[in-house]
C-alpha cells in the first residue's frame, strides 16, 4: 500500500530494508515517549510550530499548541508537535526574507518525511506564513493554517499606538526634530506590549487575511488578536479541522487554485495590504505552478475598491477589524467579484461560507462596496524601461499629488550609501526630486531588506516635508506608507536598468498609465550598460545557504523563490 492508504507511525518507515521491522522499531522508540499501544495505533496529526526565542509575535504558542492538540484529540487524531525554524521579523540579518525559502524547505521536508496523515501549521510572524504555505503546498498533505493573530494596541498618553506604522510615524517626528529623546525612549516601550503580529495591515495581518482567503486557514480566524480567548478556540478548531481531514482528505492542491489566487488578490487590493504580500503569494503559487503577473494584478485592481480603514491606509487597527467583521464581512462586500466555488479547509465552499449570517458589521471600519475609501485596489504594478519586468506602488498608502510627477533623481548606490550621506546637511536635494536606492534587491549583499521606505533627508524632513517619491528594488514593511515604488525588475546587482540611473537623470512616474520610465536615451543607457559591474559576490566564493540562496533566488516577479522548489513540469 502506498502512504496515502496507511495511516498513523506506519507512514513513511524508516528504511532498513525490512518493512515490519521497521514498524516494530518505530514503535519501540515512540513507546519511550510514554503512549500507550492504543495510541500508537491511531492517526496522527503533525503540529509545525514556529515558536522561537527570537520571536516576539509567537511568544504565546506554547499555549496556542495545547489547544491545538485538544482539538486534535476530540477529532480522534493524535497530535505531534514538531519544530521548524522561525523568521522573527526583526531579528534576522541582513533580513527576513532571505530565510523564508529555508524555512520552506524545512516544512515541506518534515511534513514529509515525518509520519503524519494531516498537518497544523503554527506561523504568524511576516514571512512564517509564507514560508509555510510553500512548504505544504509543495508537500501536498492535508493542513490548516492557524496565525497568531495581531497585537492588541497600546498608549501613549491619550494617544492610541500599535506596532509598526505608528513606531515609524514617531520614528519620523523625531527625525524632524519634533519629538525629544526622552518622549522617543518612552514611546519604544509603548508600541509592542502584547503577544502577536503588527496592530495594523502590515505584511502579517495581510498574510493572515490571504490564507483565510484562500481556504488554507478555518473562516473567522485571520484577524482574532492572540491574546483573545478566541484564538485559543481557533486553535482547537483547527486541530479538529486538520483531524477531520484524516478520513476526508483536502489537499493544498485542491484549495490553492487560479480562482482561489485571484480571490486572495482581490483582498490584498481590498485591504490595502502589504506590497510583500505580491511577493509572497506569487511564491506560494508558483509552488502549484500558478502564474501571478502584475499585469493581472492591475486588471484586478481598476475593479476592486479599497474597502478597510486601517492603518497604515487609514485610522485603525486591527482588533477593530476583528470586532468589524474581518475577512468575512469584506468578502461579502466584494462578493460579486469572487469565484465562489473555490474550497476551504473547513470542507465548504467559499460561496457557503458567505451565505451564513455575517452578523454585526462596523462600516466605520469596513466601508460598504458601494461607498468604499478609494475606488481602485491599493496597489498598482509599474511598467517602463526603468522596470521592465515591473515595479510596485502601494498607491492606498501614497500621496495621490505625486501620482503625475517627472523629478530629478537623487541616487544612492547601497544602503552604506544612504545611511552615510542621506542627512548630510550638503546633500543636494528638494522635495521635488526623486530619491532612488540601488543593489537592495534580491540578489544583493542585502537580501532585498524592508530599506525601500527611504528616510525623508533630514534637511527636508526639519521643513516639515513628510513624503516625496522614492525607488528601490527593495521591499517596504507593510506598516509602513509614502509614495514609494518598490520591488523594481530585474534588480539593479543583476544589472537591471536601475543600476544605470545616475544622479541627475530625469524620471517620468506616471500612476494613471501605471509607468515608471527612465529619461535617457536607449543609446546612453547601452553605454552604460557596457561600462557596469556587479559588486556581488559570485555564489561559487560563498559556503552553505549563502551561498544556494545567491545562485538561486528569482527576481521579485517571480516570487524571489527557488526555481527548484517549483513543481517539475509534467512530460508529455
Request: hydrophobic share 40%; net charge negative; glycine share 10%.
Amino acid at each position: 500500500m502506498g502512504d496515502d492508504q496507511v495511516k498513523g507511525l506506519s507512514r513513511g518507515l524508516t528504511n532498513y530494508g525490512d518493512k515490519d521491522f521497521s514498524v516494530y522499531l518505530r514503535n519501540s522508540f515512540a513507546s519511550s515517549m510514554g503512549y500507550s499501544r492504543e495510541v500508537l495505533k491511531k492517526p496522527i496529526v503533525g503540529i509545525a510550530n514556529s515558536f522561537s526565542g527570537f520571536n516576539n509575535c509567537h511568544r504565546h504558542f506554547p499555549e496556542l499548541v495545547e489547544a491545538v492538540k485538544r482539538g486534535v484529540l476530540l477529532g480522534g487524531g493524535l497530535p505531534i508537535e514538531f519544530p521548524t525554524i522561525s523568521l522573527g521579523e526583526v531579528f534576522l540579518s541582513p533580513t527576513s526574507l532571505k530565510f523564508r525559502n529555508l524555512m520552506s524547505m524545512d516544512t515541506e521536508e518534515m511534513v514529509r518525511a515525518q509520519p503524519m496523515d494531516a498537518v497544523v501549521l503554527m506561523g504568524g510572524c511576516d514571512k512564517t506564513v509564507p514560508a509555510q504555505l510553500m512548504g505544504a503546498a509543495s508537500a501536498d498533505l492535508p493542513a490548516v493554517q492557524l496565525v497568531a493573530g495581531p497585537m492588541m494596541t497600546s498608549r501613549y498618553g491619550e494617544e492610541r499606538l500599535g506596532a509598526c506604522t505608528d513606531c515609524r510615524r514617531f520614528w519620523g517626528k523625531y527625525r524632524a526634530g519634533e519629538v525629544g529623546t526622552e518622549q522617543i525612549n518612552d514611546i519604544e516601550g509603548r508600541l509592542a506590549t502584547t503577544a502577536g503580529t503588527c496592530a495594523v495591515m502590515g505584511t502579517a495581518s495581510t498574510m493572515a487575511c490571504i490564507a483565510e482567503t484562500l481556504g488554507m486557514s478555518l473562516p473567522g480566524t485571520a484577524a482574532i488578536p492572540a491574546v483573545h480567548a478566541d484564538r485559543l478556540r481557533a486553535a482547537e478548531a483547527s486541530g479538529r479541522a486538520a483531524a477531520r481531514m484524516i478520513d476526508q482528505p483536502i489537499r493544498p492542491s485542491q484549495i490553492i487554485t487560479e480562482k482561489s489566487v485571484e480571490n486572495a488578490l482581490r483582498m490584498l487590493l481590498a485591504l490595502g495590504g502589504s506590497t510583500n504580500a505580491i511577493v509572497h503569494l506569487t511564491a506560494v503559487a508558483g509552488r502549484l505552478g500558478i502564474k501571478v503577473s502584475l499585469e493581472r494584478m492591475n486588471e484586478l485592481s481598476d475593479t476592486t475598491p479599497v474597502l478597510v480603514n486601517l492603518k497604515p491606509v487609514g485610522e485603525h487597527y486591527m482588533e477593530d477589524f476583528f470586532f468589524a467583521g474581518g475577512v468575512g464581512a469584506v468578502l461579502r462586500e466584494i462578493k460579486p467579484l469572487l469565484h465562489l466555488d473555490t474550497l476551504t479547509v473547513a470542507g465548504e465552499t467559499l460561496g457557503d461560507r458567505l451565505e451564513r449570517d455575517p452578523g454585526y458589521v462596523d462600516h466605520r471600519v469596513i466601508a460598504k462596496a458601494e461607498t468604499p475609501l478609494e475606488l481602485q485596489g491599493g496597489l498598482v504594478g509599474l511598467f517602463g524601461n526603468l522596470a521592465p519586468r515591473g515595479a510596485v506602488l502601494k498607491r492606498s498608502a501614497a500621496d495621490e499629488t505625486l501620482f503625475e510627477k517627472t523629478g530629478r533623481a537623487v541616487v544612492f548606490n547601497s544602503l552604506e550609501d544612504l545611511a552615510n550621506r542621506v542627512d548630510d546637511p550638503d546633500l543636494d536635494i528638494t522635495k521635488d526630486d526623486f530619491m532612488v536606492l540601488q543593489n537592495a534587491g534580491p540578489k544583493s549583499a542585502s537580501g532585498m531588506p524592508e530599506a525601500g521606505y527611504l528616510p525623508i533627508p533630514k534637511k527636508l524632513s526639519s521643513q516639515g516635508i513628510k513624503d516625496m517619491v522614492r525607488i528601490s528594488d527593495a521591499r517596504m514593511s507593510g506598516t509602513a506608507f509614502g509614495t514609494i515604488i518598490l520591488h523594481v525588475a530585474p534588480e539593479a546587482s543583476v544589472g537591471g536598468p536601475l543600476a544605470l540611473v545616475r544622479n541627475g537623470d530625469q524620471i517620468k512616474l506616471s500612476v494613471e498609465n501605471k509607468s515608471i520610465e527612465l529619461l535617457v536615451s536607449d543609446e546612453e543607457l547601452a553605454q552604460r550598460k557596457s561600462e557596469w559591474k556587479s559588486d556581488n559576490v559570485p555564489p561559487e566564493q560563498r559556503r552553505g545557504y549563502d551561498r544556494l540562496y545567491a545562485a538561486e533566488v528569482s527576481q521579485a516577479d517571480e516570487g524571489c523563490d527557488f526555481a527548484f522548489l517549483q513543481p517539475i513540469p509534467a512530460e508529455n
